[in-house]
């Protein structure tokens, strides 16, 4: 796997205009408890089911021989606020001791921690050189960040944080966050990014707060699936382009942008076998292709269908057109039995690796 996107906890101290997630916000004594105990009681089985080794097959660099390098993937490491005093200690620096050892003697691993910035102090850059963590990226570097407005402000808080991770000796990351083979590079590094309107992320998800705000900007012509973050090339575990974002209960989604239905749970099932279970499902090969307004043609949705059922109304009374509409009422309407299916498969094949005589069980529930 080149990629996990894994968001630890819901909390976080912002409560963005622009943001993705209505869960990413503050809490306060008995809820902020119970997102930190959430995260808590969740990563050990969730980091114990991301894949056995996190490498992949690079396809886009070929030996001369016509082989494909092994390469180390990444796991980037999100909120919310990873850095809150309530969720660091507790679920975040555990994460990274955890997915350490699993990885130590299995390829390595290299560990992205993504934060607003607001938090960072010596003491923790600190922490998290010390836990070998290889990139520290500030994800906050833009308009929609109260405080952060403007060029000004923005180059204020840049400089303040290169000068913090220079003098721990991180170095700038070379390439932009959007190229996939930025994690190629030797660590630890830094690097900034935000939502700027030229960055792949600056037309805004049809999510959260940003859906609620009215501040998408998309059209159909923005194919969020077929680029970095979407779904492209999810399924493809073993080569490059292949990533998934999980959430604190363990769900896994195909796209950082989700789904309406989690794909499965990484509190039953490893990653693989997830994966594994959706390889020749029609709607998930158009997903993993970067096409989803071909992931209805098995079930009777044809492409003018989903483009059709891609439109919509938003929160302010605007019309607004997106594939990821029309994958979300796909979710909806169709999908349901369809992932209950492979979850049975998989049910009936860890049943069957325990008790030989249920492999029979299992090849009928396959058919
Ligand atoms: S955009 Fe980032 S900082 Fe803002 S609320 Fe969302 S997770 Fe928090
Ligand atoms: S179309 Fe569906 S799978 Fe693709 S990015 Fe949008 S929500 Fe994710």
């Known amino acids: 796997m080149e990629s996990i996107y894994y968001v630890m906890a819901w909390a976080c101290h912002r409560k963005c205009r622009h943001c993705y997630e209505d869960r990413f916000r503050p809490y306060v004594r008995g809820a902020l408890e119970a997102v930190v105990r959430e995260a808590e009681a969740n990563f050990p089985r969730i980091v114990d089911h991301f894949p056995p080794r996190m490498t992949y097959l690079d396809q886009d660099d070929p030996r001369a021989d016509g082989t494909f390098p092994e390469k180390t993937g990444r796991i980037i490491l999100s909120g919310g606020e990873s850095l809150l005093d309530a969720v660091r200690e507790r679920v975040t620096y555990p994460v990274i001791e955890r997915i350490n050892a699993k990885y130590a003697r299995q390829g390595g691993v290299k560990i992205v921690v993504q934060t607003t910035g607001d938090l960072l102090t010596d003491a923790i850059v600190g922490e998290l050189t010390n836990l070998g963590v290889w990139m520290i990226s500030v994800a906050s570097v833009d308009d929609f960040h109260v405080g952060l407005e403007g060029p000004e402000r923005q180059k204020r808080f840049v400089d303040g944080l290169t000068a913090l991770f220079e003098r721990h000796g991180l170095t700038k990351s070379g390439l932009s966050a959007s190229t996939r083979n930025w994690h190629e590079e030797e660590g630890p590094l830094y690097s900034f990014f935000g939502a700027t309107p030229d960055s792949w992320i600056g037309k805004l998800w049809p999510r959260g707060r940003a859906w609620q705000n009215g501040l998408s900007s998309a059209t159909l012509a923005d194919n969020f699936c077929n680029r970095w973050s979407g779904g492209l ?81 938003t929160p302010k009374g605007a019309p607004y057109r997106n594939l990821c509409i029309g994958c979300d009422r796909f979710h909806e309407e169709v999908l349901g039995p369809v992932l209950e299916a492979a979850r049975a498969r998989r049910r009936a094949a860890r049943g069957a690796a325990a008790d030989p005589s249920r492999r029979e069980l299992a090849r009928l529930v396959e058919r």
């Open 233 to 313: 090339n999810f399924l493809r575990h073993g080569y490059n382009g292949s990533e998934v974002s999980v959430e604190p209960d363990g769900g896994v989604y195909p796209c950082c942008v989700k789904t309406r239905r989690p794909i499965g749970s990484l509190l039953e099932d490893s990653l693989i076998a997830i994966l594994d279970s959706l390889a020749g499902v029609p709607a998930y090969e158009a997903i993993t292709m970067g096409h989803p307004e071909r992931m209805g043609i098995a079930y009777g949705w044809s492409e003018a269908t989903f483009v059709e059922r891609s439109a919509t109304v």
